[in-house]
């Protein structure tokens, strides 16, 4: 449950760090928003390191999934697009792969 958390977070603290740059490239906010959104970029990048799992790679891997639905949330809720049903089972698969990278037995 922990790790699901963690990842949840750290989708969202890079989606917003992500989303300052966006902000001040596309929508013409000012480039204050690169200080927060530097933080929660940093922030991010910390977060991954709190999962555990024997290889950055296999960390970052099931990640993915994750971020792909957190995104699509983040779309509902700050641009108020609703995911089709498309992303809605892109997501799901996602989620499957990396409940099975995180979940597979492996030798300790």
Do not use: H
């Not at 906010?29 to 690169?34: G, P, R, V």
């Amino acid at each position: 449950m922990l790790t699901a958390l963690v990842y949840v977070a750290a989708a969202l603290a890079e989606i917003a760090g992500c989303f300052s740059f966006w902000a001040w490239l596309r929508l013409g906010k000012s480039s204050l928003w690169l200080i927060p959104g530097t933080a929660s970029l940093l922030l991010f990048a910390w977060l991954l390191t709190l999962i555990d799992v024997s290889a950055a790679g296999r960390a970052y891997a099931a990640y993915g999934g994750v971020y792909v639905t957190v995104s699509l949330l983040w779309l509902w809720a700050m641009e108020g697009v609703w995911p089709d049903r498309w992303d809605l089972g892109g997501a799901t698969l996602c989620l499957i792969g990396a409940a099975i990278i995180i979940l597979a037995p492996r030798p300790a």
